[in-house]
């Protein structure tokens, strides 16, 4: 299949080297040199496009499969509200007039639109309650990706993603670390995902939570990073205690647990059933240091 990843960057780049090696025909999207550069080192083709622009889309070959993961970085609502939904509603229009309009559409959205839950589990059936006004954009951008047309929608939300470069150590091992559930997704998983359901023909129209099969609590995985690497236990706060710190936003407060039922009836096997598993390279990394 032909496959466009408008947005190409931390997740996009290694859901086109997984298509590419399963013999897709991929194109990464992204506007920046470095960004063009990187999706050329990571062995498919770029194209240089600004995807809130009908005009620039232009240079994007037709495609069986759309992914779109740009991201606003961590910029304000403003660019969030670009890149989300400005950017997401041209890609549907330009697309979808196209005389070969895209049959799929994958948008990677967050967990974070759930909001805040005081430790309770969620799941695909669960009622989002976004924390701030960034988690309300991604969630109107999920309604323009699921009443997409003429393209099938599915709407793909990550926990907290980490990995290769975007492993946290530093703030797991010095602290102070704040109360809370993680709920977590290695990057190849959440680009496993997104390729699983497109390869399989599976989740047309629906949300589907991809995440580990464990949220754990950040004081328990912070205890447990440290004796891996072989150092104290880092001081922790409950978030009474940032509060009185200083300000806490809504999104700290923010506790919930996620579930990934859905993703296991969809047959989708994860390479890092934990955050655990997933850490390991940066432990080892680090006590070889």
């Known amino acids: 299949m032909r496959v466009a990843i408008l947005g190409c960057g931390y997740v996009g780049l290694e859901l086109g080297r997984q298509l590419t090696a399963a013999g897709h025909d991929v194109v990464g999207v992204r506007r920046s040199d470095a960004g063009l550069d990187a999706i050329g080192a990571a062995g498919f083709e770029a194209v240089r496009a600004d995807l809130t622009d009908a ?19 961590g910029r304000g609502v403003d660019a969030a509200r670009a890149a989300y939904v400005d950017g997401l509603r041209t890609v549907v229009t330009t697309f979808g007039d196209r005389a070969s309009p895209p049959d799929r559409l994958v948008y990677t959205s967050s967990t974070g639109v759930y909001g805040d839950h005081d430790g309770g589990w969620v799941d695909e059936s669960t009622t989002p309650d976004p924390a701030t006004d960034r988690q309300r954009v991604l969630l109107e951008a999920e309604r323009i990706a699921l009443e997409a047309t003429p393209m099938d929608g599915t709407v793909v939300r990550f926990g907290g993603l980490y990995g290769p470069d975007r492993y946290r150590l530093d703030y797991y091992l010095d602290g102070p670390v704040t109360e809370g559930s993680l709920n977590s997704t290695h990057r190849d998983d959440a680009a496993g995902v997104v390729a699983h ?93």
């Open 55 to 73: 005009d620039s889309l232009a240079a994007v070959p037709d495609a069986d499969w759309l992914v779109y993961a740009a991201s606003a970085g």
């Open 197 to 289: 359901l497109l390869e399989t023909d599976r989740a047309r129209g629906e949300v589907v939570l991809a995440v580990d099969d464990e949220p754990v609590s950040k004081w328990d995985f912070a205890d447990w990073l440290a004796d891996e690497c072989g150092r104290p236990h880092p001081p922790k706060r409950t978030v009474e205690e940032r509060a009185a710190e200083g300000e806490v936003s809504r999104r700290v407060r923010a506790n919930k647990r996620c579930a990934n039922d859905r993703l296991h009836e969809l047959g989708y096997e994860l390479r890092y059933p934990t955050i655990r598993d997933g850490y390991r390279p940066a432990i080892d990394a680090f006590r070889s240091d």
